[in-house]
């Protein structure tokens, strides 16, 4: 059954700084992988997609990488900005199961 | 831009009572999702819906829950008899053509509180 982590559970970081977000997975055959943000009370928005034949995945400030074979996708965000505070969570999808969640790390950007 | 949009945004029921969650998916997608998060945990998938049939569902998608698309753009969620424990935040998201393939695309939510 597949497993999801992340770390770190929450990170404070300043405005500008470059971070890195970590998602694992025990179950290396994936089907794919999303990274989502969810805003306190909100939904989830899609940020990034990457598909099993895939290793990173771009868009503006983010980019998004996936080592299958170590069970392993990070999640880049460049000169973060105080909008950018929010929960990002990871889902891993495989074959024949359902859609997994992680539980999340929440992200706060000071001004 | 089109978006997934989910009524009611709160409902308050009473243990035993059945309640319906509604959602309206984006017009051309074909898959349909719901999940569910209880206050400070996971995102859990419950069920996924195709061509008026369910593809996918989880344990928690027990005979208590059904799923239904009764006029071609609502997708609907039932809980026939809720429990305490079915107080969460319920999520509906749809996606394009092909079952998670492509990027899905999530409601506000509607949060549930059963007494």
């Known amino acids: 059954k597949q497993e999801v982590t992340q770390i770190p559970a929450a990170l404070s970081v300043p405005e500008g700084e470059n971070l890195v977000l970590n998602c694992s997975f025990t179950?290396?055959?994936?089907?794919?992988l999303q990274w989502f943000r969810q805003d306190p009370g909100k939904g989830l928005t899609s940020l990034l997609l990457?598909?099993?034949?895939?290793r990173e995945q771009t868009s503006g400030r983010l980019n998004a990488s996936l080592d299958k074979s170590s069970g392993r996708s990070t999640l880049y965000i460049a000169a973060s900005q105080p909008g950018d505070s929010a929960t990002y969570l990871c889902?891993?999808?495989?074959?024949?199961?359902?859609?997994?969640f992680g539980p999340g790390t929440r992200l706060s950007v000071l001004p | 831009e089109p978006e997934v949009t989910q009524t009611p945004s709160h409902q308050v029921t009473q243990m035993g009572q059945e309640v319906i969650l509604r959602c309206v998916p984006i017009?051309?997608?074909?898959?349909f999702y719901w999940y569910r998060q209880i206050l400070g945990q996971k995102v859990e998938f419950l069920v996924s819906?195709?061509?008026?049939?369910?593809?996918?569902k989880s344990e928690i998608f027990d005979d208590q829950f059904s799923v239904e698309r009764p006029d071609g753009s609502n997708f609907t969620l039932k809980i026939r008899s809720t429990k305490l424990e079915d107080s969460a935040m319920y999520f509906c998201?749809?996606?394009?053509?092909?079952?998670?393939?492509?990027?899905?695309?999530f409601g506000p939510g509607t949060r549930l509180l059963v007494l």
């Open positions: 889902a891993v999808k495989n074959y024949g199961q359902n859609f997994v």
């Open positions: 990457i598909q099993s034949s895939q």
């Open positions: 998201a749809s996606s394009g053509n092909t079952l998670y393939q492509e990027t899905q695309y």
């Open positions: 819906f195709y061509n008026n049939e369910i593809s996918e």
């Open positions: 179950d290396s055959a994936i089907y794919n």
């Open positions: 017009s051309n997608h074909l898959y």
